[in-house]
C-alpha cells in the first residue's frame, strides 16, 4: 500500500523568506498523482499545487513550486516570499493514476507552518 | 452558493443521539468522499461514492452510515457515538471519468462534532 511521510510535524518561517516543506510517499506504482493541499486555522483545506509523476518537469504556481524527485520518491514544497497568510496546517497527498485507482488519495500526517512578521 | 458546502459547521451531540450530516457540491462533480481528521492523525477516508457505486470502508464502525441519494448530495448519518468519534468530518468531491481515473479532490469546510 502506498503510504505518504512528513516528517516535519512543525516548521517556521520569517515573512518574506523561503521555507521547504519536506515529503516522502512508497509506492511501486508508476503512474500517479502528488499534491500539496493547505488547510488554514478554521479554514477549508484547498489544493495548492499538483504534479503529475510522468511529467520531469516540476510544477510551479506562482510563489509556490515543488521539487519532485521520481527516483528517491521525493515531494517537497517551497515557498518563496512567504506572508502571513501562508500559516497553515501543509498535507502531502496521493493518488494512483489511471482508471482504477479506487479515489483512494492517501495523506501525509501534516506540517504545521508558522510565518513569523 | 459555490464549491463544496457542509451543515452544520459545528454539532455537539450526547452519545445516545441521532444526527446527520450534510455535503452539497456544486462543482458539477461526480465521486463525493467521507474524511475523518483527528488531531495528530493523517485524514482517514471512511466512504466513496463514485459512478454512482458505494465504495465500502470495512473498517469504518457501522454507527456511521453514509447516504448518497444523488451525485450532488451526500449525508453522514450518526447514531450512538462515542467520544473518540469526535473530530473534524470533512467532505470532498472530484470528478472521475472512466477512462481516466479521478481527479484531485475538492474538500468543503468540515464539521466539528464533539461526542459527550
Known amino acids: 500500500a502506498q503510504t505518504v511521510t512528513q516528517s516535519q510535524p512543525e516548521m517556521s518561517v520569517q515573512e518574506a523568506e523561503t521555507v521547504t516543506l519536506s515529503c516522502t510517499y512508497d509506492?511501486?506504482?508508476?503512474?500517479?498523482?502528488l499534491f500539496w493541499y493547505k488547510q488554514p486555522p478554521s479554514r477549508q483545506m484547498i489544493l495548492v499545487i499538483r504534479?503529475?509523476?510522468?511529467?520531469?518537469q516540476n510544477a510551479t504556481e506562482n510563489r509556490f513550486s515543488v521539487n519532485f524527485q521520481k527516483a528517491a520518491k521525493s515531494f517537497s514544497l517551497k515557498i518563496s516570499d512567504s506572508q502571513l497568510g501562508d500559516a497553515a496546517m501543509y498535507f502531502c497527498?496521493?493518488?494512483?493514476?489511471?482508471?482504477?485507482?479506487?479515489?483512494?488519495?492517501?495523506f501525509g500526517a501534516g506540517t504545521r507552518l508558522t510565518v513569523k512578521p | 452558493e459555490t464549491g463544496v458546502t457542509q451543515t452544520p459547521r459545528h454539532l455537539v451531540m450526547g452519545m445516545t443521539n441521532k444526527k446527520s450530516l450534510k455535503c452539497e457540491q456544486h462543482?458539477?462533480?461526480?465521486?463525493m468522499y467521507w474524511y475523518k481528521q483527528s488531531a495528530k492523525k493523517p485524514l482517514e477516508l471512511m466512504f466513496v461514492?463514485?459512478?454512482?457505486?458505494?465504495?465500502e470502508n470495512n473498517s469504518v464502525p457501522s454507527r456511521f452510515s453514509p447516504e448518497c441519494p444523488n451525485s450532488s448530495h451526500l449525508f453522514l448519518h450518526l447514531h450512538t457515538l462515542q467520544p473518540e468519534d469526535s473530530a473534524l468530518y470533512l467532505c470532498?468531491?472530484?470528478?472521475?471519468?472512466?477512462?481516466?481515473?479521478?481527479?484531485?479532490?475538492?474538500f468543503g469546510p468540515g464539521t466539528r462534532l464533539t461526542v459527550t
Open positions: 470532498a468531491s472530484s470528478l472521475h471519468l472512466r477512462l481516466a481515473g479521478t481527479y484531485e479532490q475538492y
Open positions: 497527498a496521493y493518488r494512483s493514476g489511471g482508471p482504477y485507482n479506487n479515489n483512494d488519495m492517501r
Open positions: 504534479q503529475e509523476a510522468y511529467k520531469q
Open positions: 461514492y463514485s459512478l454512482e457505486e458505494r465504495v
Open positions: 462543482l458539477g462533480h461526480n465521486a
Open positions: 509506492t511501486s506504482e508508476s503512474d500517479y498523482y
